[in-house]
Nanobody, 122 residues
C-alpha cells in the first residue's frame, strides 16, 4: 500500500487542522493505521493509531483530548483532526500501516509516505 499525507499548513496556537492520508491498494481496510510526527531536529514520535475498522483508537498522552483519528475505508483514507494546537505540535506528520496492535514504535509500522508539515505559531 502507498500512502500520501496532506492537509498541513501554518496555524496559530489554539487553532485547528485536519490531516488526511490517502492510500492506494485494495488491502487498505485490512491494516491498522498510525499517525506519527517528527519535530525539527528530533526523532519521529507516535501520535495516534486506529484498528482496521476505526472503532478502536489510542493516542500519545501529549495529544490525548485534542486530536482525533478516524478512517473511511470506502475512501481509503484516514484522518487526524487536530484541535487546540500548540507550538510544540509543529512537525512533519506521517501516516503508516501496521498489522500489529498497541504499538508506538516507528519500527512496528511501514509503508511510510511523504509527510505533511504542520507549523503552529505562538
Amino acid at each position: 500500500v502507498q500512502l500520501q499525507a496532506s492537509g498541513g499548513g501554518l496555524v496559530q496556537a489554539g487553532g485547528a487542522l485536519r490531516l488526511s492520508c490517502a492510500a492506494s491498494g485494495r488491502t487498505f481496510s485490512s491494516y491498522n493505521m498510525g499517525w506519527f510526527r517528527q519535530p525539527p531536529g528530533k526523532a519521529r514520535e507516535f501520535v495516534a493509531a486506529t484498528d482496521w475498522s476505526g472503532y478502536s483508537t489510542y493516542y500519545a498522552d501529549s495529544v490525548k483530548g485534542r486530536f482525533t483519528m478516524s478512517r473511511d475505508n470506502a475512501k481509503n483514507t484516514v484522518y487526524l483532526q487536530m484541535n487546540s494546537l500548540k507550538p510544540e505540535d509543529t512537525a512533519v506528520y506521517y501516516c503508516a500501516v501496521t498489522t500489529k496492535w498497541d504499538r508506538r514504535s516507528p519500527s512496528d509500522f511501514g509503508s511510510w509516505g511523504q509527510g505533511t508539515l504542520v507549523t503552529v505559531s505562538s
